[in-house]
């Protein structure tokens, strides 16, 4: 049984980089970077390593448990969630894996200060935590982003057979069988000798997004450069949030042009129609957990510019029942609206005809937080590592929300924008 760790301790530090912070951390097991880049909805970044518990076999029950209502890391992957509308398929990655960590950096960006956490069972081994914690400011490494660590990306399928599984989906959306479906293409590919997931973070450092990630547990690692929330929950107000991505034009090197692009996408009846329907969808599922009559969308069709990419996203907003917790809006609501389609649960059953298993893609990475509050991303822009043989092997998806007017050239070609980043962080092209 896992002890909880009722106390707590925290000091106040100076600014430093939490990437070269966490560049010291990188090759421990349990290395753990929540990057964001410090605008309005990522103004905090944490950093931890030396979990005290780890679990990659548990349900989602076990965040029920009190020792594990803080300081606690997960990732849902997208699979899990699906399995009921899917079936039983071969797993690709673990369920839910779990690591809760006595020890924590937390830097917040506005004001420049990095507070240092530690948990315990009493006071004085709350203020070890923190020591160790604290230690980690010092052991800072280099955040300089190094070469390409992979020669290429290697496409799952032709081009081709994603054209034609867009078509099959507009077909089925004519004969009425649903609304939209998000369908991916998929790349793989291997580190070079010597390279390590890091570094693909590293390289990824001038395009930081809201919800940037890296985790090492084991043989496993994963970077994220997702600018999607999936759920946020605050215990104390019982106040959830959701903000659904739909919606999608690249960026251009021409600030001219990148605005037509962006007022293009604003405009677009296309788009603005297939982000609705994940709006009703992401109202549908909050609706489960909350307080009648506080379901509301604060924010339609609101413009994000990215690195790479202009969005367009809502906010959907509620108040939870009482009682509700972490695992129960994770069920309520996942997998997220944006990845799957209208009607949830059929877009699941065209997804799984023409994808295999997703893996983390698409899933979730929830942190919560020494209050109990939940901050869960969508990951999307999101590569999947395991190490066999002394080599990191990955795997990375990107795809395109398709709805009744959808051409499949213009899907293909806006999977290959959403995968720019990543492919230019891992081979350099």
Same mark, same amino acid.
């Given at each position: 049984?896992?002890?909880?760790?009722?106390?707590? *301790?925290?000091?106040?530090?100076?600014? #430093?980089?939490?990437?070269?912070?966490?560049?010291?951390?990188?090759?421990?097991?349990?290395?753990?970077?929540?990057?964001?880049?410090?605008?309005?909805?990522?103004?905090?970044?944490?950093?931890?390593?030396?979990?005290?518990?780890?679990?990659?076999?548990?349900?989602?029950?076990?965040?029920?448990?009190?020792?594990?209502?803080?300081?606690?890391?997960?990732?849902?992957?997208?699979?899990?969630?699906?399995?009921?509308?899917? !079936?039983?398929?071969?797993?690709?990655?673990?369920?839910?894996?779990?690591?809760?960590?006595?020890?924590?950096?937390?830097?917040?960006?506005?004001?420049? +200060? &990095?507070?240092?956490?530690?948990?315990?069972?009493?006071?004085?081994?709350?203020? #070890?935590?923190?020591?160790?914690?604290?230690?980690?400011?010092? =052991?800072?490494?280099?955040?300089?982003?190094?070469?390409?660590?992979?020669?290429?990306?290697?496409? $799952?399928?032709?081009?081709?057979?994603?054209?034609?599984?867009?078509?099959?989906?507009?077909?089925?959306?004519?004969?009425?069988?649903?609304?939209?479906?998000?369908?991916?293409?998929?790349?793989?590919?291997?580190?070079? %000798?010597?390279?390590?997931?890091?570094?693909?973070?590293?390289?990824?450092?001038? #395009?930081?997004?809201?919800?940037?990630?890296?985790?090492?547990?084991? !043989?496993? *690692?994963?970077?994220?450069?997702? %600018?999607?929330?999936?759920?946020?929950?605050?215990?104390?107000?019982?106040?959830?949030?959701?903000?659904?991505?739909?919606?999608? #034009?690249?960026?251009? %090197?021409?600030?001219?042009?990148?605005?037509?692009?962006?007022?293009?996408?604003?405009?677009?009846?296309?788009?603005?129609?297939?982000?609705?329907?994940?709006?009703?969808?992401?109202?549908?599922?909050?609706?489960?957990?909350? $307080?009648?009559? +506080?379901?509301?969308?604060?924010?339609?069709?609101?413009?994000?510019?990215?690195?790479?990419?202009?969005?367009?996203?809502?906010? &959907?907003?509620?108040?939870?029942?009482?009682?509700?917790?972490?695992?129960?809006?994770?069920?309520?609501?996942? %997998?997220? =609206?944006?990845?799957? =389609?209208?009607?949830?649960?059929?877009?699941?059953?065209?997804?799984?005809?023409?994808?295999?298993?997703?893996?983390?893609?698409?899933?979730?990475?929830?942190?919560?937080?020494?209050?109990?509050?939940?901050?869960?991303?969508?990951?999307?822009?999101?590569?999947?590592?395991?190490?066999?043989?002394?080599?990191?092997?990955?795997?990375?998806?990107?795809?395109?929300?398709?709805?009744?007017?959808?051409?499949?050239?213009?899907?293909?070609?806006? +999977?290959?924008?959403?995968?720019?980043?990543?492919?230019?962080?891992?081979?350099?092209?």
């Amino acid at each position: 049984m896992i002890q909880p760790l009722p106390a707590t *301790a925290t000091r106040l530090r100076p600014w #430093r980089d939490p990437l070269a912070v966490a560049a010291g951390l990188s090759d421990r097991d349990g290395a753990l970077a929540l990057l964001s880049d410090g605008g309005p909805l990522g103004r905090r970044s944490f950093v931890a390593a030396d979990p005290d518990w780890t679990d990659e076999t548990a349900g989602l029950d076990r965040l029920r448990d009190p020792a594990l209502a803080r300081g606690v890391v997960g990732l849902y992957a997208y699979d899990a969630g699906a399995r009921p509308a899917t !079936g039983p398929r071969p797993p690709v990655w673990p369920d839910l894996m779990l690591a809760r960590y006595p020890a924590m950096l937390a830097f917040d960006h506005p004001t420049r +200060t &990095v507070t240092v956490t530690g948990r315990g069972v009493d006071a004085a081994a709350a203020a #070890r935590a923190a020591d160790r914690a604290a230690r980690w400011l010092d =052991g800072a490494g280099t955040a300089a982003a190094p070469p390409p660590p992979a020669a290429a990306l290697t496409p $799952e399928a032709a081009p081709d057979a994603y054209l034609a599984a867009v078509a099959d989906v507009v077909a089925r959306i004519a004969a009425g069988e649903l609304f939209q479906a998000n369908i991916a293409r998929a790349w793989t590919g291997a580190l070079n %000798p010597g390279a390590d997931p890091f570094d693909v973070l590293l390289r990824l450092a001038g #395009r930081a997004a809201a919800y940037g990630a890296f985790w090492r547990l084991g !043989g496993r *690692a994963l970077v994220s450069n997702s %600018p999607e929330l999936f759920l946020t929950f605050d215990p104390a107000s019982r106040r959830i949030e959701t903000r659904p991505i739909k919606g999608t #034009r690249p960026r251009h %090197p021409d600030p001219r042009r990148d605005a037509l692009l962006a007022a293009e996408l604003a405009a677009s009846a296309k788009d603005r129609a297939e982000n609705l329907m994940i709006v009703d969808l992401m109202r549908n599922d909050l609706s489960r957990l909350a $307080e009648p009559g +506080t379901v509301a969308v604060e924010r339609l069709f609101g413009i994000e510019s990215h690195p790479t990419v202009h969005h367009l996203v809502s906010t &959907v907003a509620a108040t939870a029942r009482p009682g509700a917790g972490v695992a129960d809006l994770l069920a309520a609501a996942f %997998p997220p =609206g944006s990845i799957t =389609g209208a009607p949830k649960h059929q877009a699941m059953k065209v997804i799984a005809a023409h994808e295999g298993p997703r893996g983390p893609w698409c899933g979730s990475l929830f942190h919560i937080g020494d209050a109990g509050a939940l901050t869960a991303s969508v990951l999307i822009r999101t590569a999947a590592f395991e190490r066999a043989a002394g080599r990191w092997r990955f795997r990375t998806l990107a795809g395109a929300g398709i709805v009744a007017d959808s051409d499949p050239a213009a899907e293909l070609a806006e +999977t290959e924008v959403k995968i720019l980043a990543l492919r230019e962080a891992l081979t350099g092209v």
